[in-house]
């Protein structure tokens, strides 16, 4: 693929990166489905060409949500660009999914991949636990508003442990790693320039097409597999799954635990238990459909 397709580089100066890229335009699906098949068939440049370059803001846009581990965005961008081409390689226009759909897992592997790499993983760890709290720490202190600088709170420390499946210590750990400021929205793209970061950032009321379609069809899939995954539960499993972590105001293990007649650390254990069978039930259900990589 790398051989067959040129594609543009982020290193000649990221805001006139930014701004070339958005000179591509969008494929329609049927356009899109027959380059898909131009490229697998017979293997056309061109085709694949056309393809990765009308998806080259999606990799953008991605690769900007990891702005805030202190690496270069422009390679950010490039590894993202890596995934996107080996995206379009693979891709299988015949099951039906739109190529931003299937391409999200490719980019977003790729980036993390070369984030990983950056880091020191010798000192930080390789473990899936562990590199499940290096992507998801902000996250996680984000939804429970551990906004706190320094050290978290205690309380902080344990329900993050708890939600991501780690230690204490290694939330402590992760978070000391972490704690650098994220890149500013209005830091200068570049040095001699007056355009900012937040002046290239969607607007809500201007949604591209192809983000929107993107994210709508990845929550459609993600919601399709849940439902999959869910038909592995049994009955009790599955009330208490989506009590606990499909509510936006989840249901107490106290009032569980008073509706089963059990005890609280009994629902607890339920509930721990479920989600591993969904998170097997949901990895198994991507892999039948190619969606993720072994």
């Keep these: ?71 270069p965005i422009g390679e950010v961008i490039s590894e993202g660009n890596v995934g996107l081409m080996q995206a379009v390689k693979k891709f299988e226009p015949d099951k039906g999914f739109r190529l931003a759909t299937y391409a999200m897992w490719w980019i977003r592997a790729s980036i993390q991949e070369y984030i990983l790499r950056s880091w020191s993983l010798v000192k930080m760890g390789t473990t899936a636990a562990q590199k499940k709290l290096f992507f998801n720490l902000r996250k996680a202190k984000s ?27 290694e939330v402590v750990s992760m978070n000391r790693r972490l704690s650098g400021p994220d890149a500013s929205l209005n830091a200068p793209m570049r040095v001699d320039g007056d355009a900012e970061w ?31 995954a869910m038909a592995e539960l049994s009955d009790r499993e599955r009330h208490i799954m989506t009590e606990r972590r ?14 089963y007649g059990v005890s609280r650390e009994r629902v607890r254990q339920i509930e721990v238990r479920a989600f591993e069978k969904l998170q097997k039930a949901m990895q198994a259900a991507a892999r039948e459909r190619n969606l993720v990589n072994d």
Excluded: C
């Design 1 to 71: 693929m790398a051989n067959a397709i040129s594609v543009m580089s982020p290193d000649g100066g990221l805001s006139r990166y930014l701004s070339e890229i958005r000179k591509f335009p969008m494929l329609a699906r049927d356009e899109e489905f027959m380059l898909a098949k131009r490229w697998k068939e017979h293997e056309d440049p061109e085709a694949a060409h056309r393809m990765v370059t009308s998806h080259l803001r999606l990799v953008a846009k991605i690769a900007m949500g990891y702005r805030g581990y202190g690496l």
């Design 198 to 228: 937040q002046d290239w950032l969607s607007d809500d009321a201007q949604v591209s097409q192809e983000s929107e379609l993107a994210e709508s069809e990845e929550q459609s899939l993600r919601m399709g597999l849940l439902e999959e």
């Design 246 to 259: 499909l509510r936006d105001d989840p249901t107490t293990l106290e009032e569980l635990a008073a509706q």
């Design 143 to 169: 939804q429970i508003s551990a906004f706190e600088e320094g050290d978290l709170l205690p309380e902080h420390v344990s329900s993050i442990a708890t939600k991501l499946g780690v230690n204490e210590d």
